[in-house]
């Protein structure tokens, strides 16, 4: 009987320790998923509130107490963004912009990165190393620099000064690096071996192999100029050359600098529109281009 008792109690003492170990999952699920939900929360409800904000009247948006529902839905907020704005104008410059600039800037970040991966020349890893180093200083600090350049070649209110003056990313060129390196050095010899460019290795081989990473830089090149704001607002503020960012600044401000932000906010919803397309339909191409250019250095 003893034995018996003995089985028993330890039995019981499993039971209550696979318990504890299951509530213990339990309420280690319960804690994580409600620190989802609120972090979900808080990211989603700056875009709700813009979305509701779209659509209401100045006169119940100006409420001493908010409301978390609009009382009266006015879609003419959108029509009346799209006119006020002249959206068409500042979403062709942006297109224009964006286009330009990352063809060029995909050029630049292709051939120099082909150039730090396979070719061999004096000094190209200090070349490097000194672009890399460029990377610590903020951006911020060649405003003035870069103002005072494109200034003296009197590019202000135009294309060029929207679009040369960052054609260059050490990042991308960074990245792309990285990709081509994971490429096996032994594929280059033999093209060279069997009488292939550098040029034709480049387009044959190279970039298709890279095509995922490329398609990342592709797509934040255009998500950075569509979001671009303090250079085009320092240096193109000519209609005929804002872009949407700057565009939309003043557009909803009237004589006496009254802004309706009902509006206005109609009119940052729909720029927002194509930026949350690309994120719902590009996202997995973004995540693969740079998980793949980060494993070899």
Known sequence: MSANNHVTMHERDMRRVSS????????????????????????IFPFYWMLISSVKSISEYRLSVPTL??????????????????????????????????????????????????????????????????????????????????NSFGW????????????????????LRQNFMQIPNELYLAAKVDGTGDLKYLWKVMIPLALPTLISITILKMMGAWNSYVWPRLVANDKQYQLITNGLRNAF?????????????????????????????????????????????
């Open 20 to 43: 504890q170990q299951t509530v213990g999952k339990i309420v280690s699920k319960v804690l994580v998923y409600a620190f989802l939900i609120l972090m979900a929360v808080i990211v």
């Open 69 to 150: 529902f609009p009382r009266e839905i006015l879609l003419t907020n959108y029509i009346d963004a799209f006119q006020q704005a002249n959206l068409g104008k500042l979403f062709l410059n942006t297109l224009y912009v964006g286009l330009v600039s990352t063809l060029l800037s995909l050029v630049i970040t292709v051939l120099s990165a082909f150039a730090f991966a396979r070719l061999e020349f004096k000094g190209k890893n200090a070349l490097f190393a000194a672009l890399l180093g460029t990377m610590m200083i903020p951006g911020e600090l060649f405003t003035i620099t870069n103002y005072a350049t494109v």
């Open 156 to 175: 202000i209110n135009s294309f060029k000064v929207l679009i040369i003056p960052f054609l260059v990313s050490v990042f991308y060129i960074y990245l």
């Open 253 to 297: 401000t009237d004589s006496t600098g009254d802004v309706n932000i009902p509006v206005q906010m109609a009119a940052v919803a729909i720029v927002s529109f194509p930026l949350f397309l690309v994120f719902i339909f590009l996202r997995k191409y973004i995540m693969k281009g740079v998980s793949r250019s980060g494993i070899k250095g």
